[in-house]
């Protein structure tokens, strides 16, 4: 587990594969006065992924792995996070499952966000799910990774009311500007528990 020695920020890496909304938040967040975050690296398994702009944008450096060779790429992207010293990793919107092995041989904590309130609706189409199962509440979760897809244990939530009239789509809107919230203060809350 990473150490925050001092006034010492987190030294991330942000791994994204696609809008990067929750990749533009974490750049603002980052650059406020006393942010425990610093974001040295933005990585993306997608070299069309439009969050890219956001990395390109802010001068920090940015790689793109195919996962072709999924074991591969990881092992790239291990010998590039030692290189660049980071110490915390956040998923925001990354399409690929990291290895057992990956976990493992990274030397910090591993962040994700995801679109329910888990438990609940792990996986992908989470508002569609929430909708369908006639939920009244559906949220987001910040939480580890470990190996197993969407379970590691829970650092914060935000619980959002499931309107009558909304669908799909209208719900995703809204659980995304919860998101922006939320990721920042899982952060801080990780920062200041070191
Ligand atoms: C978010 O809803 C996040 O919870 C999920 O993927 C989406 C990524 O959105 N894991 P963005 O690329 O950050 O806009």
Do not use: W
């Not at 938040?25 to 975050?37: A, D, E, T, V």
């Not at 990291?98 to 679109?115: A, D, E, M």
């Amino acid at each position: 587990m990473a150490r925050l020695i001092g006034n010492k920020k987190f030294e991330a890496a942000i791994f994204i594969s696609g809008t990067g909304s929750n990749l533009k938040n974490l750049i603002k967040f980052s650059r406020l006065k006393n942010s425990p975050l610093k974001i040295n690296l933005v990585i993306s398994n997608n070299k069309k992924a439009q969050g890219l702009v956001h990395s390109k944008k802010n001068k920090i450096k940015t790689k793109v792995f195919s996962f072709y060779n999924h074991k591969n790429s990881e092992n790239k992207i291990l010998n590039i996070l030692k290189k660049e010293e980071i110490n915390l990793i956040c998923l925001a919107g990354f399409m690929k499952i990291l290895s057992k092995n990956f976990i493992k041989n990274f030397r910090g904590p591993i962040l994700n966000i995801h679109p329910s309130l888990l438990p609940k609706y792990k996986g992908l189409n989470t508002h569609e799910k929430a909708i369908l199962n006639k939920e009244k509440f559906s949220g987001c979760t910040v939480h580890f990774v470990n190996s197993k897809l969407d379970s590691g244990k829970i650092i914060l939530q935000r619980k959002i009311k499931i309107y009558k009239n909304d669908n799909a789509k209208s719900l995703q809107k809204r659980i995304l500007k919860h998101e922006h919230i939320l990721y920042p203060k899982a952060i801080k809350k990780l920062a200041s528990n070191l």
